[in-house]
């Protein structure tokens, strides 16, 4: 099993935070990778970023995304939040899998973020040796993490019908919501 993570929100003082840890558990990575990339060639894009695209790209690509073999766990937090708690308490409880074989965080991360995974991972008993960190360019299912997470926080902020008619294509792919506690103090 391979995992991809990216957040949503996480430096905002208000609405709600996201971590989406999205498990790719295919037998073809590859098949996958390539999929998401077939994708964005079709959409004239060259790398899907959430923040990046308007509701028209971002519906295509929902709709092809929804398509592939993958599942999404998100954890939802109320803001304001300490990252580092909101973020340990999201591994602890959507990382319930004991066959993962690598975790990909995105690469932009600051370093306690690292450490703060390997932390987690040591006390779940998983090697650290597994952990990744990838530019969001050079990785399709860390672009599909950012594109949960992205469209999970506009649904849950009720930001736009656009974001209920997405969340209504993807949610199926969703298997686990978690709302988190308070993380603030």
């Given at each position: 099993m391979i995992i991809f993570i990216d957040e949503s929100?996480?430096?905002r003082p208000i609405d709600h935070s996201v971590f989406a840890v999205v498990y790719i558990s295919t037998k073809d990575r590859e098949f996958l990778e390539n999929a998401v990339i077939e994708i964005e060639r079709k959409l004239r894009i060259e790398d899907?970023?959430?923040?990046?695209?308007?509701?028209?790209?971002?519906?295509?690509?929902?709709v092809e995304l929804s398509k592939l073999p993958f599942t999404a766990k998100i954890a939802i937090f109320r803001n304001?939040?300490?990252?580092?708690?909101?973020?340990?308490?999201?591994?602890?409880?959507?990382?319930?899998?004991?066959d993962i074989d690598q975790i990909h965080i995105d690469g932009k991360q600051p370093r306690w973020v690292e450490h703060r995974f390997k932390k987690v991972l040591r006390d779940k008993g998983t090697s650290v040796r597994s952990l990744r960190t990838d530019r969001h360019s050079s990785?399709?299912?860390?672009?599909?993490?950012?594109?949960?997470?992205?469209?999970?926080?506009?649904?849950?902020?009720k930001r736009s019908k656009n974001a209920e008619r997405l969340w209504k294509i993807v949610r199926k792919k969703i298997t686990a919501q978690i709302l988190g506690g308070q993380t603030d103090g």
């Amino acid at each position: 099993m391979i995992i991809f993570i990216d957040e949503s929100g996480i430096h905002r003082p208000i609405d709600h935070s996201v971590f989406a840890v999205v498990y790719i558990s295919t037998k073809d990575r590859e098949f996958l990778e390539n999929a998401v990339i077939e994708i964005e060639r079709k959409l004239r894009i060259e790398d899907f970023h959430w923040s990046e695209h308007s509701w028209t790209v971002r519906e295509k690509f929902f709709v092809e995304l929804s398509k592939l073999p993958f599942t999404a766990k998100i954890a939802i937090f109320r803001n304001p939040i300490k990252p580092a708690v909101a973020l340990e308490w999201s591994l602890v409880h959507l990382m319930v899998e004991k066959d993962i074989d690598q975790i990909h965080i995105d690469g932009k991360q600051p370093r306690w973020v690292e450490h703060r995974f390997k932390k987690v991972l040591r006390d779940k008993g998983t090697s650290v040796r597994s952990l990744r960190t990838d530019r969001h360019s050079s990785s399709p299912g860390i672009r599909i993490a950012d594109a949960i997470a992205g469209l999970s926080r506009a649904y849950y902020d009720k930001r736009s019908k656009n974001a209920e008619r997405l969340w209504k294509i993807v949610r199926k792919k969703i298997t686990a919501q978690i709302l988190g506690g308070q993380t603030d103090g």
